[in-house]
């Protein structure tokens, strides 16, 4: 089954720039080389157990970092303000959801680690049924498309599983999920959001997201 862990590390690599792909030096080193390995360990022993109270101490520190990292207010993003992939309308919906019931601290601009791993969860990861995915690359494919262009992203997905493109991931769409080859249907969304992106691009308000864009899907 997938494991929602490993896909947050490619959330936080194209939503804040941390990766532990990148060569990173002095100060910034130092910080992110003992996170990055706690992080992994968490990873490891997701598989098999429950996490160390070490491992879990430093991924939540790695997401902390890449959320005070990954903060933008691009004038042509129409989700304005967002940390680390998360806009203020998607947090709204979080609350209205009751997703943070019994946290006491809740405000859009003092995100916690554990308030942006809640919101990955239920909002993408837990609508789309991805612990019971088989392929974690095709649980990567479908939710990352999901979390970068929503409604649009369902619909695209539909299409290909040959469900009514309505964008509302029910029953019938998860069902169609379940059964799909895993492989072929992971080039098939790759090849679809490749269209999609490069549609949207030639908009002139999207066309500085382009690269991002593009790299985000080409370096998977």
């Not at 896909?7 to 939503?15: D, I, M, R, S, T």
């Not at 100060?27 to 992994?40: A, H, R």
């Not at 890449?66 to 691009?74: C, L, P, R, T």
């Not at 993003?77 to 959801?97: E, R």
Request: charged fraction near 25%; aromatic fraction near 12%; proline fraction near 2%.
């Amino acid at each position: 089954m997938a494991i929602l862990y490993k896909f947050v590390k490619h959330l936080l690599k194209y939503e804040a720039g941390i990766s532990e792909d990148f060569e990173y030096f002095g100060k910034e080193k130092e910080i992110l080389t003992p996170l990055f390995v706690g992080y992994n360990q968490m990873i490891e022993m997701n598989s098999w157990g429950i996490p160390s109270g070490e491992s879990v101490k430093k991924t939540h520190e790695l997401i902390d970092y890449a959320i005070k990292q990954g903060v933008s207010n691009h004038k042509n993003d129409p989700g304005g303000l967002t940390i680390c992939g998360i806009t203020k309308d998607t947090w709204n919906k979080a609350c209205s959801l009751g997703v943070f019931l019994g946290h006491k601290d809740v405000s859009f601009e003092k995100m916690t680690s554990v308030q942006w791993f809640l919101i990955v969860r239920r909002l993408y990861w837990d609508v789309w049924k991805a612990d019971d995915i088989l392929s974690q690359e095709l649980a990567e494919q479908v939710v990352d498309f999901y979390f970068h262009s929503g409604m649009s992203a369902t619909r695209q997905i539909q299409k290909l599983l040959h469900v009514m493109p309505d964008g509302i991931v029910g029953p019938k769409t998860l069902n169609a999920l379940k059964y799909a080859q895993g492989s072929a249907l992971c080039s098939q969304i790759k090849r679809a959001r490749l269209d999609f992106l490069l549609k949207l691009s030639r908009r002139d308000k999207y066309s500085a997201f382009a690269y991002g864009w593009l790299r985000r899907l080409v370096d998977w």
